[in-house]
């Protein structure tokens, strides 16, 4: 007799994605505003701490990217994905109008739905190469060094600007 193979193609499975997909809701749309579609979550109001609030919600958004490189996303999805981090830190670098032009981008929804379609797409991508990981570290990485970077630079301004 013989036993049944496995099949080594793991299906679709969005439970495995639980993760980012309840981080996005955090970061993104933890609360509607009433009377409309729109939300605000945790990134919001962080982003609302000048220099430093942006850095710690660029870190925090690490967390979608991170998941889809242990997924093994291609890395024109990643490139994307660390776009949309740094359009994030720089749209909320801008005093006041900066926070409500990022509620609107969402980067973390956007990065999640991006990570989503990419494990839909390929949902055993097979194991990764060197030259897959290096790319991935470094899109990954960039992002948050970038933002430090943007953030030092913007709380040494508004110092100089205070003071």
């Known amino acids: 007799m013989s036993v049944p193979q496995r099949s080594p193609v793991r299906p679709p499975d969005r439970d495995r994605l639980r993760l980012s997909r309840r981080f996005a809701v955090l970061m993104d749309d933890l609360l509607r505003i009433p009377g409309t579609s729109q939300g ?5 109001v962080i982003g609302l701490v000048p220099g430093v609030g ?5 870190g925090l958004s690490g967390v979608i990217m991170y998941e889809a490189v ?5 890395i024109p999805v990643l490139a994307r994905m660390a ?12 005093p006041g109008v900066g926070d409500l032009v990022d509620v609107a981008h ?6 999640y ?12 991508p097979g194991p990764p190469s060197a030259g ?4 991935a570290v ?7 060094l970038v933002t430090v970077v943007l953030g030092v630079v913007a709380l040494v301004l508004l110092v100089r600007w205070i003071t």
């Open 40 to 44: 605000i979550g945790m990134d919001a």
């Open 54 to 58: 942006d850095l710690a919600g660029s």
């Open 70 to 74: 242990r997924e093994r996303v291609p």
């Open 83 to 94: 776009w949309n981090l740094l359009l994030d830190a720089l749209l909320g670098l801008i």
């Open 106 to 111: 969402r980067a973390n929804r956007r990065n």
């Open 113 to 124: 739905r991006l990570l989503e379609a990419a494990v839909e797409a390929n949902p055993d």
């Open 132 to 135: 897959y990981l290096l790319a």
């Open 138 to 144: 470094l899109l990954t990485v960039l992002p948050l």
